[in-house]
């Protein structure tokens, strides 16, 4: 997205064009008009009558809040702000950094990118763009859906995987240092890793866009947009809808990022079934209490199941539970989807799950049209191809 604004200062008048690149600082016609922007270094086009200026300043333009900067002379300060676009991204940590407005937006764009993906010849348009794919955490979807996202779209990909083991993080590098040093072979970064709040972290560090694919038990804010774009898709609204979150609860971040986005939603109510040990977080529940979010806990699957629009399953997650083994088989197999639970479920309803899946959805489950998870997988691709145009080229 561009961000323009007329200005006149020191005799300079002009219009002022940030535009997503990488270059931090320019020189105009030899006045030495210096331009910096600390977030994420986007390119800043000054177009102004140099002629009228009555001596070389420096400038400084930053980001305030969302669609708004600050352009600082050595003696005024100038304010703009967005003209035609409601936001701008420069980041994804978090579910709670959109909103509805955001979520259209992104949701918009993610069609176009379906259309793309159908086309054979796919598109260009981040061609000479290079993404890092830095995890410190095993994947299949989230780092091949971005790759091929990438792929897609033209760009080119430098890969990690199980950078825990396999990268200087083993040598006792830090994030930052590791973030500092990537951020000089790529364009954008996708990051995931076993800190919750690591993202922020590299977020901070970094002058290139950072994309969170997971932080520890923290969140996984992509997952939670093809999540809420999915269930768009498939039960055809947001608003009023029903959804059962079932599983791991405790340490799931797929189920932690969704709650934040449906929150932003009306008349939707949370139904949470989980065994005891893996129960969801009073921040959660404190959150949607605040957002006004009805939400219930339940022992019965089948019983909730039958009030749903969609039933959310997620696998019991035995990497967290380091050596409570006891308490990982005491979750596990509590409660599985099989066609008990999908006979229960209404006709338009749907099942979910970020997978990978152990037997917590039965595989006869597959055959049936409710069974939206391997569709789900695939609307992750739209989502992540939307999202890398967004940060790489704006609106």
């Not at 535009?19 to 331009?35: A, D, E, I, Q």
């Not at 940590?93 to 993906?117: H, N, P």
């Not at 009805?294 to 050596?323: H, P």
């Amino acid at each position: 997205m561009a961000i323009s604004s007329t200005f006149s200062s020191h005799g300079l008048r002009g219009k002022m064009l940030v535009s997503p690149s990488r270059k931090s600082y320019s020189n105009f016609g030899g006045n030495n008009v210096w331009l910096k922007q600390p977030v994420h270094c986007k390119t800043i086009c000054l177009l102004a009558d140099m002629s009228k200026s009555r001596s070389s300043f420096p400038v400084e333009l930053f980001k305030k809040g969302r669609n708004q900067c600050v352009m600082s002379t050595n003696n005024s300060t100038l304010q703009c702000s967005a003209l035609g676009n409601k936001f701008q991204l420069d980041d994804v940590i978090e579910a709670q950094q959109f909103d509805r407005d955001t979520l259209s937006a992104i949701f918009e764009v993610a069609r176009e990118m379906e259309k793309i993906e159908k086309k054979s010849k796919g598109s260009e348009i981040l061609k000479g763009y290079l993404m890092s794919t830095l995890f410190y955490e095993p994947s299949t979807r989230t780092r091949l859906s971005f790759e091929s996202a990438m792929k897609r779209l033209g760009g080119e990909v430098l890969t990690t995987e199980n950078a825990r083991e396999f990268s200087s993080a083993a040598k006792g590098e830090t994030l930052e240092d590791t973030i500092r040093t990537v951020e000089g072979y790529s364009d954008i970064i996708v990051m995931r890793h076993f800190e919750s709040g690591a993202a922020r972290r590299a977020a901070a560090t970094a002058s290139i866009p950072i994309i969170n694919a997971g932080d520890g038990p923290g969140q996984h804010p992509t997952q939670a947009l093809l999540d809420v774009y999915t269930i768009e898709r498939e039960i055809g609204k947001l608003d009023g809808i029903k959804v059962a979150l079932v599983g791991d609860l405790a340490y799931g971040r797929t189920v932690r990022s969704l709650a934040y986005l449906l929150a932003k939603y009306q008349d939707v109510k949370i139904y949470f079934v989980s065994p005891d040990v893996v129960k969801m977080k009073d921040d959660i529940k404190d959150y949607l209490t605040t957002m006004g979010v009805q939400w219930e806990e339940s022992a019965d699957l089948v019983e909730v199941a039958s009030k749903c629009d969609v039933v959310y399953q997620t696998r019991i997650q035995r990497e967290r539970f380091g050596e409570r083994v006891d308490l990982y088989e005491e979750a596990r197999g509590k409660y599985i989807v099989d066609m008990s639970v999908l006979n229960a479920m209404q006709k338009h309803a749907v099942v979910m799950h970020p997978l990978p899946r152990l037997d917590e959805i039965t595989v006869d489950v597959d055959e049936d049209p409710r069974a939206a998870y391997f569709r789900q997988a695939k609307n992750g691709l739209y989502i992540r191809m939307a999202l890398l145009k967004l940060l790489l080229l704006g609106w």
